[in-house]
């Protein structure tokens, strides 16, 4: 396996590959890989020639340092599981210096309002920071697909806005959520639950799953509240945000409306951990 981490090695290794027509598939991750990400990897196989697996950690997308640092980072690790799974993977790995050139700053996007809600409206600048480096890394590898995973079903949106005011010519393939064996939705963040609350933490799709089945009977504020009771009762999980929303403009549904795609998205704290979720509900 090639590990690059720097963008000019990283440049003449693909377009030496273009050469020999091979198609590019792209999966940025932030590491501590799990079967989530490697879902995400084998659609890339499947649809190309060769796929870039990048591995690092954004600095501008978290608005909270402690949680910067808390994140795990499991470099050798993660090696070892992408060699498991083929010899037509490349990771990029870049340091923070060589990914911002020296100036670890955000641009600044207009998204439209997609990024004015629920996780913008509880993460500063989170959006402007994935923005960033989603488009560092497009232009850096110029993938013929880039795949991201739809458990970040907002940023997936975000993303998809900003390739198209930037004019990116990468498809962006949304890919299924991947899910433990009790419901919770794979994440890198999983690792930091305790054994008790990460077995009891189905708790939250669970609950998606029957506001699913009173979607269309009841109205989206009775459902909310239906929500907000569940976990008033459940001391494990403390409810941060519930919300309908319009799967394409993200707008927080009011008046459910026919001939639109709606998703409940869920933000959730449990031993300290961040953990959100989204469900399509018709």
Request: net charge negative; charged share 30%; glycine share 6%.
């Amino acid at each position: 396996m090639k590990i690059f981490d720097r963008k000019k090695d990283l440049n003449t290794f693909t377009l030496q590959q273009r050469k020999k027509d091979c198609t590019i598939g792209l999966v940025p991750t932030m590491g501590a890989l799990h079967s989530g990400h490697i879902s995400l990897v084998k659609k890339a196989l499947s649809e190309n020639d060769l796929v870039v697996v990048s591995i690092f950690v954004n600095p501008t997308q978290f608005d909270k340092k402690d949680d910067l640092e808390k994140y795990p980072r499991t470099f050798e690790k993660d090696i070892d599981l992408l060699r498991q799974v083929s010899d037509k993977i490349v990771v990029f790995a870049p340091t923070v210096d060589e990914i911002y050139e020296g100036k670890v700053a955000s641009e600044s996007y207009e998204f439209e309002g997609l990024d004015k809600v629920m996780e913008g409206e509880f993460r500063s600048g989170h959006f402007d920071g994935v923005g960033t480096i989603v488009e560092l890394l497009l232009r850096t590898v110029a993938p013929d697909r880039a795949y991201f995973g739809e458990k970040d079903f907002q940023q997936l949106q975000i993303i998809r806005k900003m390739a198209e005011i930037k004019h990116l010519p990468y498809a962006i393939i949304g890919c299924p959520i991947e899910r433990e064996p009790h419901g919770l939705a794979m994440s890198s963040r999983n690792e930091r639950l305790s054994k008790t609350t990460r077995e009891q933490a189905g708790f939250i799709h669970n609950t998606l799953q029957t506001a699913k089945t009173k979607f269309g009977t009841e109205s989206a504020l009775n459902i909310k509240d239906w929500v907000a009771s569940e976990f008033q009762g459940n001391p494990l999980f403390e409810l941060e945000y519930f919300e309908i929303a319009d799967e394409h403009t993200l707008t927080p549904a009011l008046k459910i409306q026919d001939n639109q795609k709606y998703r409940a998205f869920i933000a959730v704290y449990a031993d300290g951990v961040r953990l959100i979720d989204n469900l399509r509900l018709n």
